[in-house]
């Protein structure tokens, strides 16, 4: 009778006389886990890159001579400290608005013209809005 092997912790056992042969199972795990995270990775970055298309595609440069705005708003109804601007509101920024301009270091918000998301308040140029608070970004090159 072969002597009798203690088998190690996370591990599977396969016996064929003579031979007892180990696989370690949490080695498997872990290289099945990389596999997933790594397809996962690769799916977010796709997920991405569609995003960004489909926002293209979506806001052409002819949507809004295609959809014009239905809304109207006259120059003079913004008030001071508000600005008139005639493509800021609606669906791909179409239609005019009343907009506020932030200065540095104030409080802002990201949206999304795709969506229809009209901002009452933005970052003055060249300020960007960066976790929430207008930045100044230095520029590229």
Same mark, same amino acid.
């Given at each position: 009778?072969? &002597?009798?092997? +203690? @088998?190690?912790?996370?591990?599977?056992?396969?016996?064929?006389? !003579?031979?007892?042969?180990?696989?370690?199972? +949490?080695?498997?795990?872990?290289?099945?886990?990389?596999?997933?995270? @790594?397809?996962?990775?690769? /799916?977010?970055?796709? /997920? $991405?890159?569609?995003? /960004? =298309? %489909?926002?293209?595609?979506?806001?052409?440069?002819?949507?809004?001579?295609?959809? &014009?705005?239905?809304?109207?708003?006259? #120059?003079?109804?913004? #008030?001071?400290?508000?600005?008139?601007?005639?493509?800021?509101?609606?669906?791909?920024?179409?239609?005019?608005?009343?907009?506020?301009? %932030? +200065? *540095?270091?104030? &409080? $802002?918000? =990201?949206?999304?013209?795709?969506?229809? *998301?009209? &901002?009452?308040?933005?970052?003055? *140029? !060249?300020? @960007?809005?960066?976790?929430?608070? $207008?930045? @100044?970004?230095? !520029?590229?090159?």
């Amino acid at each position: 009778m072969a &002597p009798r092997r +203690d @088998k190690p912790a996370n591990s599977c056992m396969l016996s064929s006389a !003579p031979t007892t042969v180990f696989i370690r199972l +949490d080695k498997i795990r872990i290289t099945s886990n990389v596999v997933n995270m @790594k397809a996962v990775f690769v /799916l977010a970055v796709l /997920l $991405c890159a569609l995003a /960004l =298309t %489909l926002g293209d595609l979506v806001c052409g440069t002819n949507y809004c001579k295609q959809h &014009p705005c239905t809304n109207s708003l006259a #120059r003079s109804s913004c #008030r001071t400290p508000s600005v008139y601007r005639a493509s800021h509101a609606g669906k791909c920024a179409c239609c005019p608005a009343c907009v506020t301009f %932030l +200065d *540095e270091g104030r &409080p $802002c918000k =990201t949206y999304s013209k795709e969506l229809g *998301e009209t &901002p009452s308040a933005i970052c003055r *140029e !060249p300020l @960007k809005c960066l976790t929430g608070v $207008c930045t @100044k970004v230095p !520029p590229r090159g």
